[in-house]
């Protein structure tokens, strides 16, 4: 019965996150234009071309020169929590501070400190029922 029940809240979960307007905004592919580090700007290039991708079905994957990490995501309110596949990786939290249909802005912090980042969509995702991207018709 425990198992099942914890079956409906994912199921209950990943379907109000493809329903939300939040996650509708979210969902698509974003290059990660720069991040402030420390106090330090670097941009797309010296960050090794770096892109973040959410899918309308709560996945994520994080993509930096040729290597991907992925995993699943959650929200509540501004938060968006990413949980890697990759054991023991830390959970990440990202404070939205923008996001609408050309941009997003996030801050990470941790105890190592904080990193602000500035992203511009380049798709709004994958149309599975066309089999390719929506922003290239």
Same mark, same amino acid.
């Given at each position: /019965? ?13 379907? /109000? ?10 969902? @698509? ?5 720069? /991040?402030?580090?420390? @106090?330090?700007? /670097?941009?797309?290039?010296?960050? @090794? ?21 992925? @995993? ?20 990440? !939290? ?35 029922? !066309? ?7």
């Amino acid at each position: /019965m425990k198992k099942f029940f914890a079956i409906l809240c994912l199921i209950s979960m990943s379907i /109000m996150a493809s329903t939300s307007p939040f996650a509708k905004k979210l969902v @698509g592919v974003w290059k990660i234009q720069s /991040m402030d580090i420390k @106090g330090v700007k /670097m941009m797309h290039e010296q960050l @090794g071309l770096p892109y973040i991708e959410f899918n309308d079905e709560g996945g994520f994957m994080i993509k930096v020169s040729s290597s991907a990490e992925k @995993g699943r995501y959650s929200f509540k309110g501004n938060t968006v929590t990413l949980r890697f596949v990759v054991p023991k990786k830390p959970l990440q !939290k990202m404070i939205i501070s923008r996001l609408d249909d050309k941009e997003m802005d996030y801050t990470i912090s941790d105890s190592s400190g904080e990193v602000k980042a500035v992203c511009y969509r380049i798709t709004t995702g994958f149309d599975k029922d !066309k089999g390719k991207d929506k922003d290239k018709d």
